[in-house]
């Protein structure tokens, strides 16, 4: 047992043509096993929905009459709210996370009736470069409200139904019970128009912790989970996180205190819910396939994959990129190491996935007997491979830690895609440690993995662990949205629930630790181990997919 937690120790101080005869998951075993510090639960939750939109910019059919696919657009899109803020709402309750499961929204009983728009909209914060990724109705309204505003007491609609999905609870030992009762629950009368509630003229500057830096934006919002403009001077206010509450009190960075109920007001621009609550069953736990990844006779293969975390970022120079490579894999303590990460001797200068990656590779080098190693940096993207042996179980593995763009839409993609999409497929083990970038970044269709899998199939490993720490993966990263991947006997998931925000990867190294434990000790470290000692988001889920 003591051998056991040193290894643990050690890692946490700082990871018929050939085309038709790929073969494709088909019928698959789920199998899940939940992990908080804490308290989880499984639930199905019900609630009665009421939105109301602007009759003027809601998108219309060509007779003129409302479009009734936009109703089922916002009431999905308003449902978000709940899972999303869930823990900043009710953190003082002993709230962690709540995570929805995609495509378990259910609604009935939809409808719409004649209403009046409750409050002024005069501008819409979000440019046209963010208004773009949502779906093309919602992205029609916003167009129509930016066109030409909205009034108070113009004409509207009240779009309502009934809406039931399937969530996931992470509470705290504070927390003193799992019914709706215990906790706050809070949709927007308007789920795209509600950050504007609050005028630009009572923004306040507010500092992101992530990034260390401060932006002047709706002080209502949870800064940890919303992107910064590309030109670093507000926040994108209405993107896809909907950390938000409506009765925050807070402190700006210049001193001066705010009540968002000064603004925002239940009945008038925001709703508090009455939700009903009801188990869902438990499904079997699952466990990693680490017997057979240590009974490989061939050296293992790893990538762990890291997203910039700006929009804008400075270019990789391979100047003093490639010698902070160097000297973090030989670097003999923390104080040693912070000498060389660029946040301590040069804050905000580099970004922080370049920090990231460069502590990746001062816990491998503490971990690890190198026996080969190949940099290759470009100003888009650097890659790193390893090649050797772990220390404690001599297990010979090849890790490639690679760090690019990625953000799909950006003209800089390619060069991730190009080095990530073959890794996917063919890693024994895949860890990616970024943005979720709406669920774009990995898609395979982004990737291109369905055009080159007749040339990767055959190099797929029979079993598979692929990590993704990122913001609510298993929401925009369920295993469903990757038909792409070529059949073999065993790929098991590890998600984030909750918003991850981890700059040590500790996600990523809990599962190269785990493996090396495994091979020393014979057993699996506990999965609430993982929870306790690497995740610092404190909720992760594992899923188990068989063919």
């Given at each position: 047992?003591?051998?056991?937690?040193?290894?643990?120790?050690?890692?946490?101080?700082?990871?018929?043509?050939?085309?038709?005869?790929?073969?494709?998951?088909?019928?698959?075993?789920?199998?899940?096993?939940?992990?908080?510090?804490?308290?989880?639960?499984?639930?199905?939750?019900?609630?009665?929905?009421?939105?109301?939109?602007?009759?003027?910019?809601?998108?219309?059919?060509?007779?003129?009459?409302?479009?009734?696919?936009?109703?089922?657009?916002?009431?999905?899109?308003?449902?978000?709210?709940?899972?999303?803020?869930?823990?900043?709402?009710?953190?003082?309750?002993?709230?962690?996370?709540?995570?929805?499961?995609?495509?378990?929204?259910?609604?009935?009983?939809?409808?719409?009736?004649?209403?009046?728009?409750?409050?002024?909209?005069?501008?819409?914060?979000?440019?046209?470069?963010?208004?773009?990724?949502?779906?093309?109705?919602?992205?029609?309204?916003?167009?129509?409200?930016?066109?030409?505003?909205?009034?108070?007491?113009?004409?509207?609609?009240?779009?309502?139904?009934?809406?039931?999905?399937?969530?996931?609870?992470?509470?705290?030992?504070?927390?003193?019970?799992?019914?709706?009762?215990?906790?706050?629950?809070?949709?927007?009368?308007?789920?795209?128009?509600?950050?504007?509630?609050?005028?630009?003229?009572?923004?306040?500057?507010?500092?992101?912790?992530?990034?260390?830096?401060?932006?002047?934006?709706?002080?209502?919002?949870?800064?940890?989970?919303?992107?910064?403009?590309?030109?670093?001077?507000?926040?994108?206010?209405?993107?896809?996180?909907?950390?938000?509450?409506?009765?925050?009190?807070?402190?700006?960075?210049?001193?001066?205190?705010?009540?968002?109920?000064?603004?925002?007001?239940?009945?008038?621009?925001?709703?508090?819910?009455?939700?009903?609550?009801?188990?869902?069953?438990?499904?079997?736990?699952?466990?990693?396939?680490?017997?057979?990844?240590?009974?490989?006779?061939?050296?293992?293969?790893?990538?762990?994959?890291?997203?910039?975390?700006?929009?804008?970022?400075?270019?990789?120079?391979?100047?003093?990129?490639?010698?902070?490579?160097?000297?973090?894999?030989?670097?003999?303590?923390?104080?040693?190491?912070?000498?060389?990460?660029?946040?301590?001797?040069?804050?905000?200068?580099?970004?922080?996935?370049?920090?990231?990656?460069?502590?990746?590779?001062?816990?491998?080098?503490?971990?690890?007997?190198?026996?080969?190693?190949?940099?290759?940096?470009?100003?888009?993207?650097?890659?790193?491979?390893?090649?050797?042996?772990?220390?404690?179980?001599?297990?010979?593995?090849?890790?490639?830690?690679?760090?690019?763009?990625?953000?799909?839409?950006?003209?800089?993609?390619?060069?991730?895609?190009?080095?990530?999409?073959?890794?996917?497929?063919?890693?024994?083990?895949?860890?990616?440690?970024?943005?979720?970038?709406?669920?774009?970044?990995?898609?395979?269709?982004?990737?291109?993995?369905?055009?080159?899998?007749?040339?990767?199939?055959?190099k797929a490993p029979q079993h598979q662990v692929i990590g993704l720490f990122s913001c609510q993966s298993l929401?925009?990263?369920?295993?469903?949205?990757?038909?792409?991947?070529?059949?073999?006997?065993?790929?098991?998931?590890?998600?984030?629930?909750?918003?991850?925000?981890?700059?040590?990867?500790?996600?990523?190294?809990?599962?190269?630790?785990?493996?090396?434990?495994?091979?020393?000790?014979?057993?699996?470290?506990?999965?609430?181990?993982?929870?306790?000692?690497?995740?610092?988001?404190?909720?992760?889920?594992?899923?188990?997919?068989?063919?």
């Amino acid at each position: 047992m003591k051998k056991c937690f040193l290894l643990l120790l050690v890692f946490s101080l700082v990871a018929c043509d050939k085309k038709s005869a790929v073969q494709l998951p088909s019928e698959v075993v789920k199998q899940e096993n939940l992990s908080c510090i804490g308290r989880v639960k499984d639930v199905e939750i019900e609630y009665d929905a009421n939105y109301i939109v602007s009759k003027n910019a809601l998108p219309k059919n060509a007779d003129g009459s409302p479009n009734q696919d936009y109703f089922l657009n916002i009431l999905y899109y308003g449902t978000m709210y709940l899972p999303f803020s869930f823990g900043f709402v009710n953190e003082k309750a002993g709230a962690r996370f709540m995570s929805m499961y995609p495509d378990s929204v259910d609604l009935q009983e939809v409808k719409s009736e004649e209403a009046i728009y409750p409050y002024d909209v005069t501008t819409i914060s979000m440019k046209e470069d963010r208004i773009k990724f949502y779906p093309p109705l919602m992205a029609q309204y916003y167009r129509g409200v930016i066109a030409a505003g909205v009034k108070k007491g113009e004409p509207a609609l009240k779009v309502s139904g009934k809406v039931k999905f399937r969530a996931l609870f992470c509470l705290s030992g504070a927390a003193t019970g799992l019914d709706s009762g215990q906790f706050e629950f809070n949709v927007p009368v308007d789920p795209q128009t509600i950050y504007e509630v609050v005028p630009k003229s009572d923004w306040l500057p507010i500092k992101n912790p992530i990034s260390g830096d401060t932006i002047t934006t709706n002080p209502c919002i949870n800064p940890e989970g919303v992107k910064i403009s590309s030109d670093h001077t507000e926040m994108y206010n209405g993107d896809f996180y909907y950390f938000w509450d409506p009765n925050l009190k807070g402190q700006s960075a210049d001193g001066k205190n705010f009540d968002c109920s000064k603004w925002y007001k239940d009945g008038e621009n925001y709703t508090k819910l009455k939700t009903r609550i009801f188990d869902y069953r438990s499904e079997t736990k699952a466990s990693l396939p680490f017997k057979e990844l240590a009974s490989k006779g061939s050296p293992l293969e790893m990538a762990i994959v890291i997203g910039f975390q700006r929009d804008a970022y400075k270019k990789l120079s391979n100047d003093w990129l490639a010698q902070a490579i160097e000297q973090s894999l030989i670097a003999k303590s923390s104080n040693d190491h912070q000498k060389i990460l660029p946040m301590f001797q040069r804050p905000k200068e580099e970004d922080l996935s370049v920090d990231k990656m460069l502590i990746i590779l001062w816990r491998l080098g503490m971990n690890m007997e190198i026996e080969h190693k190949e940099i290759h940096i470009e100003s888009e993207l650097a890659r790193v491979e390893l090649r050797g042996k772990l220390k404690a179980s001599k297990k010979s593995m090849t890790i490639n830690i690679i760090l690019g763009n990625s953000k799909s839409t950006s003209s800089n993609y390619e060069p991730f895609k190009r080095e990530v999409g073959k890794r996917l497929v063919t890693s024994d083990i895949f860890v990616y440690d970024g943005h979720s970038g709406f669920g774009q970044s990995l898609d395979p269709k982004n990737l291109g993995i369905e055009e080159s899998l007749s040339a990767l199939a055959d190099k797929a490993p029979q079993h598979q662990v692929i990590g993704l720490f990122s913001c609510q993966s298993l929401f925009n990263y369920h295993p469903d949205k990757f038909p792409q991947l070529p059949a073999i006997s065993n790929r098991s998931w590890v998600h984030t629930l909750g918003d991850y925000k981890d700059l040590g990867a500790n996600g990523s190294i809990a599962i190269l630790a785990s493996l090396e434990h495994f091979i020393v000790n014979g057993r699996e470290v506990p999965f609430n181990r993982w929870a306790k000692d690497f995740a610092n988001d404190n909720f992760m889920m594992l899923t188990t997919q068989k063919n």
